[in-house]
């Protein structure tokens, strides 16, 4: 298959349409989508439309405030819902699953591209006089801006049908851009897999209703001093990098044709209890916090869960300590993206050995505790040092073989030596 690049009158288009500050038409594939489909051709009732962005604050600075945050929740979740169906892999597909750079062609270089926009929206969001925002919807979520109900879920048809089509450019599903014979077929194969009822929104489109906020807010006489021309191409890259890479990537996936995955087209009907289907069977719903109703029952995956979690939250204030300042290159970055590819990542992978994903709880005392950086820091060495008691405390047979026991400790020591 041919990589779909947005091409160059779309490009144009896009620049031209920041000249302006007017909506974003949102793109819906209807059944004239298909009117080239051969009459023997199977078909499928329409996607309900996507849900289109309302502005809710006249004043750009406020609406630009609201959506950035909205942007920022939805590149985490994004983030650690890739993670998930990376967690999901069988070792077989462990090429799949990724290693740690940041590259479009595993669930692992995707999730830290992610990470990366989310960097990028909270330095504007700091620019602009907001605090950073970590925080996560609580799964499942729906709302006008968010591109489908978000919910932690082994990889599937399903799941990349949802992921491929978020990401895709809206011209994807209004005609050909590729002139492939199989883009039909995957047009139908979308639409049948997603169904009629459900409604997704291209996360582009955000974007475009941001760039153009950007653009009124650029034109106002107490507009905040920032550099709007860098800015609007820094955004435009992160709409452009999920539109054609992390697009190309899902939907090589979901038609069965991506190198990983043998191209074997028909892997996705296999029943998931084959021993070729690509992902395990894990729950998405449970939690690592006791006494709830849908706590984790077994103890070693609570513990090994909890683990995950005090990891996960040093990671989130790691970069919130980050996102801070006006420092792109903030050790706290290297410490956290350093949790994510090492402890949490073999957590992650060693879970679903006992029919569990990591759950990703959220943190009651949130990001962004205290009132500098000092006491973050202490906050994320304490939840490290937790992190260390129970991994010694484990038993070993049940401590994931991959981990160093002490690798918590090393962890620690580094961030304590750190200036932040």
């Known amino acids: 298959m041919k990589r779909v690049q947005l091409d160059k009158s779309t490009r144009m288009a896009r620049r031209q349409f920041l000249k302006s500050a007017g909506g974003v038409s949102v793109a819906v594939v209807t059944s004239s989508t298909l009117s080239g489909c051969d009459e023997g051709e ?9 849900r289109g962005i309302v502005r809710d604050f006249a004043d750009p600075y406020l609406e630009l405030i609201r959506l950035l945050r909205e942007a920022a929740e939805i590149e985490h979740d994004l983030m650690i819902q890739y993670l998930f169906a990376a967690f999901s892999l069988k070792p077989a597909y462990e090429d799949l699953a990724g290693f740690a750079m940041a590259e479009p062609h595993s669930l692992l270089g995707v999730a830290i591209q992610e990470m990366q926009h989310l960097a990028g929206v909270n330095h504007l969001l700091r620019e602009l006089g907001h605090r950073p925002v970590l925080e996560r919807a609580d799964f499942p ?16 048809r399903l799941s990349l049908a949802k992921y491929t089509y978020c990401e895709a450019p809206e011209v994807a599903f209004t005609q050909d851009p590729d002139s492939t014979p199989g883009h039909t077929k995957f047009l139908i194969d979308i639409r049948e897999t997603l169904g009629h009822s459900v409604r997704i929104n291209h996360v582009g489109t955000l974007y475009m209703e941001v760039l153009a906020r950007l653009q009124e807010l650029s034109q106002q006489d107490d507009k905040p001093d920032i550099d709007y021309i860098g800015w609007r191409e820094k955004l435009l890259h992160i709409a452009e990098e999920g539109e054609v890479d992390h697009y190309n990537f899902f939907r090589s996936l979901f038609m069965a044709n991506h ?70 290159y903030h050790p706290a970055i290297a ?26 709880d959220r943190l009651s005392m949130h990001y962004n505790p205290g009132g500098n950086v000092d006491h973050a820091k202490t906050i994320v060495v304490r939840l490290l040092t937790e992190a260390e008691q129970k991994a010694r405390a484990m038993d070993p047979v049940t401590f994931p073989v991959e981990m160093d026991r002490n690798v918590f400790t090393l962890y620690k020591n580094l961030i304590i030596e750190s200036e932040f």
């Open 335 to 360: 410490h956290s993206k350093n949790l994510m590819i090492g402890p949490l990542w073999s957590l992650g992978r060693v879970l679903p050995d006992y029919g569990y994903g990591l759950p990703f």
């Open 259 to 328: 190198p990983a995955l043998r191209k074997n087209t028909q892997i996705w009907s296999l029943p998931v209890d084959h021993e070729r289907y690509p992902s395990r069977l894990i729950s998405g719903d449970h939690t690592a916090y006791v006494g709830q109703p849908n706590t984790i029952p077994d103890e070693t995956a609570r513990e090994l869960a909890w683990l995950g979690n005090l990891t996960y939250w040093a990671t989130l204030i790691l970069l919130s300590i980050a996102y801070e300042t006006d420092n792109i």
């Open 141 to 156: 979520f729906e709302n006008d801006l968010y591109p489908f109900t978000f919910e932690l879920e082994p990889m599937s």
């Open 42 to 50: 199977p078909t499928a009732r329409a996607f309900s439309p996507p």
